[in-house]
C-alpha cells in the first residue's frame, strides 16, 4: 500500500510501512522513512508506483482549464476529490484526483486553501484582480528580457539610460530597469558597469563623474532658488584702514583682508577683516537655509558650485573700491620682538584697497623680494610696491608665528612637494565637458604670499576659537589630540588642542562665504562682540545645542564627499593631461608596498599616486622611471611598470621625498554600485559591490 501526503507545503508520496491511529511510517523512494500524520495523508493506493503517479498527477495538472475548474467548483469548501469528480467524471481516477489536488494546490489566485486538500474558491473580484495582476507581470518580465536582450546586444535603452545613476548607486531593486540591468549582466557574464559602458549608457568619462556627483549630492540640481538678500547694515563704523585681500584670480568669494598700522611706531596693529553675512543672514531664514543644505563651496578644476548664489556673495565679498561690512580681529605686535601683546574685535565696515592675486604676483613677491627693499623686479604692479613694507613686515610675522607652532607641535611642517593648479582651456569658466585642454603647473606650498594669509587665518581662528571659549559660548572646533599615526582632526563643540597645528583650539571663522560652519561660528563670534558676559543667552546656539551636533554630522560629511570630488576630478585630469601630451614614461619615487596590487610610486612632477610593478625589491624613497600603461578614465585608473632605477642605492641625497602624510595616498580604488548580480531575485537592500576603481577621499585638516 503507497501513500500520497503533504509535508512542508510539499507532495509526496512512498510505501507505507507501518500504520498506527494517528500516524503512519513510510518509506520514500530514496529509502528514507519519515513519520506522517494521518491528517495529511491525503490518498492511498496499491498503483502505480508513487513516482509515476506524482510523474502522471503533475503532466495531467497543466491540461486543467484553471478558469472553467473554478467556474466548477462549488461556493462551499470543498476537497480536491469533490473538484477532481466535477471537472473529469464521477468516477474520477486515481491519476485524475491528484491532477486535482496538484493543479488546486497550485493556483492560489483561483483558490484559496481550507485545510489538508481542501480548498474554497477566490471571490470573482479578488480573481480579476489577481488575473490583471499577473498578467501586468507578465507584461513586465517580458519588457525586462527585450530591455535585457538590448543590453546584451551592446545598445541601451532610453529608460536605462534615464535612470542610470539611480541604478548603479540607490537603485529600486524592484524597478524593472535595474532588473533588465541584472539579468543582461548574468547573461553576458559582465559585470554591470562594463555592459552599461559598452551599451553606450555612459556619454563620457567626465559626464559619469559628474553626473554621479550630482546624483549623489545635488538631485535637485545646482540652481539656486529665488532669494532676496538681505542688505548688510550700513550703520557700523567704517575702520581707519586700507585693507587688501590676497587670493586666486579665479576667487570670487573674497572672505579675507588683512591691514597693518603704525610700521616704524614699534606697535604694529595687524588687521585681519573677515566678510560678515552673519550681520545680515539671519539664522531660520530662507538663505540660512540654502547655506545649511549646501555646507560648503565645491571645488573642482575649472569649476565650482557656490554655497551662496553669486548675487548673493556679490553684496558681502570683500571687492576693491568698497567699504564692506567684516568682523575684524585687530592684533598687536611689538614690532622688534614680533610678540603678540594683544587682540581687539570689531564690527565694522572696511575699505578694501585692492584684491591682490597671487598667482599673478608670485615671482615677485618671492622671500629674496621680501628681505631686500632694494631689489627690483620688472613689471612690479604700483599697488603692489606701496604695500611692499607691511608685506615684509607680515612675512617676518608669519613666519615668527609657524615657528612658534611648530615648537608647540613638536616638529616642524614639512613643504617640499609643491602644489599643483589646474587650468582648463576651452570652457571660459562654464561647466566643463571632459574635451578641453588642461595646463597643470607648479607652487610652492608655503610660498610667502600663503604664509601671510594662512598664519593670519590661525592667528583668527584660535584666537576667536578661544574668545567663544571663554564667553561659554558653543563653537564649532577642528581638534586632533596628536600627531600620532592614526590620530585623525575630528569636529566638535568644545574648544580643545589642535596638534596638527600646534595651538590650544582652532575654530573656522575665516570662510564664511564658503563653508557653513564659518558662518555658524561667525553668529558666535558676533554674539560675544554685541552682547560681551552675557553672549551665552543672546548666542544663536545655546550649548549642548542639538543643532550643532547635527550641522557638525552633516558638514563631514558633504565636505568629505566634496573634497573627494575634487581629488577625484584632479586625478581625471591629470590622466587627461598624460593623454593629451603622450606622456608614456614618467619619474616616480617609491611610496610603499600595496600588497597584491604591486607598489604605491608618486609621479615627481605631477599629481598623481599610482601602483606599479616590479619595484618589489626597492625601498621607499628610491626613484624609478616608470613605463604607464592603459588609461581608464571611468576607474580613473593607469598602472605602470618600473623599467629603471634612477637613483644611487648607495647615496640617499638623491633620494625621492616621502613623508608621512603619504600613509593616507591612495591611488584609485572600487566604485561601489548597488547592483548585485548575485542576489536572489527578491528586493533586498542596497549593498556595495566593488567595480574597478575611483578615486579617494582625503580631507585635510
Known amino acids: 500500500m503507497h501513500a500520497l501526503f503533504e509535508e512542508a507545503g510539499k507532495f509526496q508520496a512512498g510505501r507505507i510501512l507501518s500504520e498506527a491511529e494517528s500516524s503512519a511510517q513510510i518509506e ?46 462549488p461556493e462551499e469548501e470543498f476537497g480536491f476529490a469533490d473538484l477532481a469528480r466535477d471537472y473529469f467524471s464521477q468516477n474520477a481516477t486515481l491519476i485524475e484526483q491528484a491532477a486535482a489536488l496538484v493543479a488546486l494546490h497550485e493556483a492560489p489566485h483561483y483558490f484559496r486553501r481550507a485545510g489538508k486538500g481542501r480548498f474554497k474558491k477566490a471571490p470573482a473580484e479578488i480573481l480579476q484582480q489577481a488575473l490583471a ?10 519588457q525586462i528580457s527585450a530591455w535585457a536582450l538590448e543590453l546584451a546586444e551592446a545598445k541601451c535603452p532610453q529608460p536605462i539610460r534615464d535612470q542610470l545613476y539611480k541604478i548603479l ?76 585681500s590676497i587670493d586666486d584670480s579665479a576667487t570670487t568669494e573674497i572672505d579675507d583682508a588683512l591691514s597693518v598700522q ?11 577683516h573677515i566678510a560678515a553675512p552673519g550681520l545680515a543672514i539671519v539664522p531660520g531664514t530662507p538663505l540660512d537655509t540654502l547655506g545649511r543644505t549646501r555646507l560648503s563651496t565645491v571645488y573642482m578644476p575649472g569649476y565650482k558650485i557656490t554655497m551662496l548664489p553669486d548675487d548673493v556673495v556679490n553684496i558681502y565679498t570683500l571687492d576693491q573700491g568698497r567699504a564692506n561690512p567684516a568682523v575684524s580681529l585687530y592684533v598687536t605686535v611689538d614690532e622688534a620682538t614680533l610678540a603678540i601683546t594683544g587682540t581687539e574685535t570689531r564690527l565694522e565696515r572696511v575699505p ?30 604700483q599697488a603692489l610696491l606701496d604695500r611692499r613694507a607691511e608685506l615684509s613686515f607680515l612675512f617676518r610675522l608669519a613666519q615668527q608665528l609657524k615657528a612658534q607652532r611648530e615648537v608647540v607641535r613638536g616638529k616642524p611642517e614639512t ?80 574648544a580643545q588642542p589642535h596638534a596638527g597645528i600646534g ?63 575634487q581629488a577625484g576630478m584632479e586625478r581625471f585630469w591629470t590622466l587627461k593631461y598624460l593623454e593629451q601630451n603622450g606622456i608614456n614614461e614618467l619619474e616616480a619615487t617609491v611610496i610603499k608596498d600595496n600588497g597584491p596590487y604591486g607598489t604605491l610610486v608618486r609621479a615627481d612632477t605631477l599629481p598623481l599616486v599610482i601602483s606599479v610593478l616590479g619595484a618589489q625589491n626597492l625601498p621607499r624613497g628610491a626613484r624609478a622611471l616608470v613605463r604607464l600603461g592603459d588609461i581608464d578614465e571611468i576607474t580613473l585608473d593607469i598602472h605602470g611598470t618600473v623599467v629603471q632605477r634612477l637613483d644611487d642605492p648607495d647615496d640617499s641625497s638623491d633620494d ?41 577621499d582625503n580631507q585635510a585638516p
Not at 34 to 61: G, H, M, S, T, Y
Not at 192 to 206: C, K
Request: charged share 25%; net charge negative; proline share 7%.
Open 503 to 565: 595651538v590650544k583650539c582652532y575654530a573656522w571663522s575665516t570662510s564664511p562665504l564658503r563653508r557653513y560652519v564659518d558662518l555658524v561660528n561667525q553668529w558666535q563670534i558676533i554674539a560675544c562682540v554685541r552682547h560681551g558676559k552675557t553672549a551665552a543667552l543672546a548666542a544663536p546656539f545655546k550649548p549642548k545645542d542639538a543643532d550643532l551636533f547635527s550641522i557638525i554630522s552633516s558638514f563631514d560629511a558633504a565636505y568629505s564627499a566634496y573634497n573627494g570630488y
Open 352 to 381: 578694501v584697497e585692492v584684491n591682490l592675486r597671487h598667482d599673478k604676483l608670485d615671482h615677485i613677491v618671492t622671500e629674496a623680494w621680501l628681505n631686500d627693499p632694494a631689489l627690483s623686479v620688472e613689471d612690479t604692479p
Open 262 to 272: 603704525g610700521l616704524g611706531s614699534g606697535t604694529v596693529t595687524v588687521g585681519i
Open 133 to 142: 495582476a499577473i498578467k501586468k507581470k507578465e507584461q513586465i518580465q517580458a
Open 169 to 244: 548607486f540607490k537603485p529600486d531593486k524592484n524597478a524593472p530597469e535595474y532588473k533588465a540591468v541584472v539579468e543582461a549582466s548574468r547573461a553576458t557574464h559582465k559585470a554591470p558597469l562594463d555592459l552599461l559602458q559598452a551599451a553606450g549608457a555612459i556619454d563620457s568619462a567626465y559626464q559619469f563623474h559628474w553626473k554621479r556627483f550630482l546624483f549623489e549630492n545635488f538631485p535637485k540640481g545646482t540652481g539656486f532658488p529665488s532669494l532676496e538678500a538681505p542688505l548688510p547694515p550700513q550703520d557700523l563704523p567704517l575702520a581707519p584702514v586700507q585693507a587688501y
Open 415 to 494: 613643504f617640499n612637494r609643491p602644489d599643483y593648479t589646474f587650468r582648463l582651456e576651452g570652457n571660459q569658466g562654464e561647466e566643463p565637458d571632459g574635451s578641453e585642454t588642461v595646463h597643470i603647473s607648479t607652487r610652492k606650498r608655503g610660498a610667502p604670499l600663503d604664509l601671510i594669509v594662512a598664519e593670519a587665518a590661525i592667528v583668527a581662528n584660535s584666537t576667536w576659537g578661544q574668545m567663544l571659549a571663554d564667553h561659554s559660548v558653543p563653537g564649532i572646533y577642528r581638534s586632533q589630540f596628536s600627531l600620532a599615526p592614526g590620530v585623525k582632526v575630528r569636529m566638535g563643540t568644545k
Open 656 to 696: 625621492g621625498d616621502v613623508s608621512d602624510e603619504d600613509e593616507d595616498d591612495s591611488v584609485a580604488g572600487p566604485i561601489a554600485i548597488a547592483v548585485d548580480v548575485n542576489e536572489s531575485d527578491a528586493a533586498d537592500a542596497p549593498q556595495g559591490k566593488p567595480h574597478s576603481g575611483e578615486a579617494g
Open 28 to 73: 520514500l523512494d530514496s529509502g528514507k522513512r519519515v513519520k506522517v500524520k494521518a491528517a495529511n495523508i491525503l490518498l492511498k493506493f496499491d498503483k502505480p508506483a508513487p513516482a509515476e503517479l506524482l510523474a502522471q498527477a503533475r503532466e495531467l495538472a497543466a491540461t486543467i482549464e484553471l478558469d472553467l475548474a473554478w467556474e466548477f467548483a
